[in-house]
Every structure is written in C-alpha cells, then in structure tokens.
C-alpha cells in the first residue's frame, strides 16, 4: 500500500532573507484532500509559501514535516511556475524530460508525451521548439510536463496570470481533472472568480503571514477578519 | 601590396594545385587542432557547467583563475611542457617531444581554460534560467548539467570554437613542443613562421591565407552540421 505523503504540518515556520521576515511564523495542517487556494495581495508571501511547501525555500526557524521521507515526497509533487520555464526544446521532449530522468524508457516517455499533448491541444506543436509557444501555450505545456508523473500533490503559482479568459479555462479544465483523479492541488490566484470557482478550502494570506484559513464556502460568504472582507471587495490591502 | 597578391597568387596555386607539402601540413594542423579540441571540450564542457551549478568554497577564486588562465602564454607553455617531456623531465620516458602528440598536449593547455570560461558564462545564465524547474523535478547533479549541456549546445559551441581559433592559430608552444620538423610535426603556423623566417613572405602569406580559409571553412561547417541560427531552432 502506498502511503500518501501528505499530511504536511507546519509549525512555527519561518522563511527569512537576510534578517527580513517573507513567511512566517505559519502553522499549518495541509490535509491530503481538497483543492486549496492561497489568496492575498502582491507581497503578502503567497508565492513564497508554495517554494516553501515544495522546498524550493529554506526555512529559517521552525519546521515542516511530511508524512514520509524526503526523498520520497520530492519525487511526489511537482510545481508549476508563474512565468513558465520551458527548456530549449521541442514540446516533445519538454514533455517527456521529467519521465525520462526518472527512468522512463525514451520510447513510452514520447508516447506518454504525445498523449498529454493531444490532451492539451498541442499535438500540432509537437514538434516545434517550446519557447517560440504563446504565453497561454507555455502555461498549458508547464502544467501538462508538471501533470505527467501524475504527482500526488500539485503547487501551481498564479498559473493564469497574464493569460486571457480562453486559456485560463484551459487551464482550470485540466486541473479540475487532475482534481478528480485524486491530485492534490494548492494554487496561488489574484482572481477571486477562480478562486470561488476552484477551492474547497482557502489560505488568506498577509504581511507574510496566514491571516485565515478555512473552508472556501465559509471564507467567501462571511470572511473572519476585516482585512480579507476588504480584500474580497476588491479594496486595496496592504 | 605587392607581397598581399603574390601571397594570394600563391595561396590559389598552392590550393588548386593540392600542393602535396601543403595538403600535408594542412592535415597535420587539422590533426593536431582538432584532437586538441575534442580532449579540451571533453574536459572543460563539463567542468565548465558544473562550475556553473556548484557552490563551494573557493569558488569564486577558482573562477578568477581560470579567467586568467585564458590569458596563459603559449610560449610559457610550450617550454613548460618541453621540460616536462624532455629526456630529463619527468615524463622524458614517453619519448613524446617532437611529436604530434605532444604539439597536441601544449594545445590542450592552452585551450581548456579558454573553453571552460565562456562554457561558465554561457551556462551560468542558462542555469538562472533552469535553477528552479530542475530542482523542482528532483534531477540529480549529473542529470542538471547533462540537461545544460544539451540545452546550451549552441552557446558551448562557440566556446569549443573559440578554442579551435586559439589553436589552429597557435604557434609559440608548438614550434617549441614540436620543433617544426618537415614531414614530422610542422603544420600551417609553423611553416609561416619558417618561410617568413627565410624571407619568402608570398609563400608564408600563401599559407596564412590558406589557414585563414581552414578555420573559417572549419567553421562554417559545424554551424552548418549543427544548424545553427536556422529557423525556430535554438
């Protein structure tokens, strides 16, 4: 039986860049279900917090611990970033790089590939190289190379910032279907729409810390604190 | 003026003609080059990219110093190696000096930092670039600079040619490693240096502009194997 990686507790963690607080102290239980939206405004540590969770950042104080070892959870989850990394090749091999350097044999990595890129409507790109892809495109292929080790946990940061209402449904159709076949998802958005559309639960972020954290009917019908009422109402929070 | 036609007068013959002497020493400078760039490219690529991605101490250093080795004189390194593979130096026993191989040994001296250095830079950005995404994919350190290698091909490859226009342009260490022995280790540069030396400068001008035609025909043609700069490639 294969043990799930989550939960991941945090307590007291802390993420410091020289001597100035980003993150922290935060506790937290993320749970192994449900799809979590982190909100808050520009600099209030959301993007932060998901490296953090991914171990992208280095705490500096307090701890975060996985329900199994690390090795394991770094091969479970995968990261999708705001502004797409694409390696300097072909939407094929983009695709199947992340099976092939975990042993995939070239040949079914490719076939895994082709599949993903007809899933997301790019197989007529194949063969092009990634970094000439629109933005929309570039976020699809980020995510669909995220996807394709179907990673038991999915951090995603504001993966549709900057793209139009077309390719931000793309996008949410596929994690919405990642969502179904037991994916966890925890994404960062301005856009309170999508949000509303995809949480089930939701972390409020501010001034670098977790200012309320709870279920997203809950939080989007009456918000605890004044500062995420505000910010629902579109007011400017600092 | 008059010596530039004749050089070039004598750099037509010479080539239309396939003079055997020049197609001898011709092949011997693409010998010599080439196998030097293969040794030094196999070397400094690698080295040059996990420079780029490894953090330890005296990094910095180690990297101001094989900047400043790209300025090393040839001439020093041919006498440096010459007294390491004369007879009583401590590699004497190989009985290399006056040899190809040891012309090829005072190029590879010269050419890997030069390699290793602009290998550095080129895949020093393209790191800032990959940093989080081959992280975040759990690749091992082999597997990061296996991928930046790759990625970055285009870029290393100016670096290994950079390195081949060192080379095939050296002649300091070579004339003193190989002693510009006829039908032994003389090659293009060495036998400019000679025939300028006996005062025939439309021959030794022949010869250069036949060397300056090997290394951009050299040149031309990996970027033509290589495509490079050709459509949606990068």
Redesign the interface.
């Known amino acids: 039986m294969v043990t799930s990686i989550l939960p991941l507790t945090f307590r007291d963690a802390t993420v410091k860049r020289r001597g100035k607080t980003l993150v922290g102290p935060i506790d937290l239980a993320l749970a192994p279900s449900g799809l979590t939206i982190v909100l808050g405004p520009n600099g209030s540590g959301k993007t932060t917090l998901l490296r953090l969770m991914?171990g992208?950042e280095r705490l500096s104080k307090g701890t975060a611990e996985w329900q199994i070892s690390d090795v394991e959870v770094?091969?479970r989850q995968?990261?999708v970033?705001q502004t797409p990394?694409m390696?300097?090749?072909s939407v094929r091999d983009n695709l199947a790089?992340?099976l092939i350097?975990?042993g995939t044999p070239k040949a079914a990595a490719r076939a895994q590939a082709w599949n993903w890129a007809e899933r997301i409507n790019l197989a007529d790109a194949f063969e092009?190289?990634a970094?000439?892809l629109s933005g929309g495109e570039k976020q699809k292929l980020a995510l669909a190379r995220a996807l394709i080790r179907k990673p038991e946990v999915l951090f995603l940061d504001e993966p549709c910032a900057n793209l139009d209402g077309r390719a931000t449904r793309e996008i949410e159709e596929i994690l919405q279907e990642a969502h179904a076949s037991g994916t966890r998802i925890v994404m960062s958005t301005h856009d309170i729409g999508q949000a509303r559309r995809l949480a089930s639960d939701v972390l409020f972020m501010l001034k670098g810390r977790l200012h309320e954290h709870g279920p997203a009917q809950a939080f989007f019908a009456s918000p605890e604190t004044p500062e995420a009422a505000a910010f629902l109402n579109g007011d400017i929070v600092e | 003026m008059n010596d530039i036609l004749e050089g070039l007068k004598a750099a037509f013959f010479m080539l239309v003609s396939l003079d055997p002497d020049l197609v001898e020493i011709t092949l011997r400078s693409l010998q010599v080059t080439l196998s030097a760039l293969v040794i030094s490219s196999a070397i400094a690529l690698p080295f040059g990219s996990w420079l780029a991605i490894r953090r330890f101490r005296h990094r910095r250093a180690t990297i101001a110093v094989l900047n400043a080795l790209m300025g090393l004189p040839p001439v020093v390194v041919g006498l440096t190696v010459y007294i390491l593979f004369s007879r009583a130096g401590p590699f004497g026993v190989f009985g290399l000096l006056f040899t190809p191989t040891a012309m090829i040994i005072a190029q590879v001296i010269i050419i890997t930092p030069l390699i290793a250095s602009i290998a550095h830079q080129s895949i020093r950005e393209l790191w800032a670039e990959y940093h989080d995404l081959l992280i975040s994919l759990n690749t091992s350190s082999r597997q990061r600079i296996a991928a930046l290698l790759w990625d970055g091909r285009r870029a290393l490859l100016t670096a290994s040619l950079a390195g081949f226009g060192r080379a095939i342009g050296e002649v300091g260490a070579i004339m003193i490693v190989g002693g510009n022995i006829d039908h032994a280790t003389r090659v293009l540069t060495t036998a400019i240096a000679l025939e300028t030396g006996k005062g025939d400068f439309a021959l030794a001008l022949g010869l250069g502009f036949v060397l300056i035609t090997l290394a951009i025909a050299v040149n031309l043609l990996i970027h033509g194997l290589t495509r490079t700069e050709s459509g949606s490639r990068w």
Do not use: E, S
Request: glycine share 0%; proline share 11%.
């Open positions: 991914h992208l770094r091969r995968a990261y970033f990394i390696m300097r090749r790089y992340p350097v975990h092009r190289q970094p000439l």
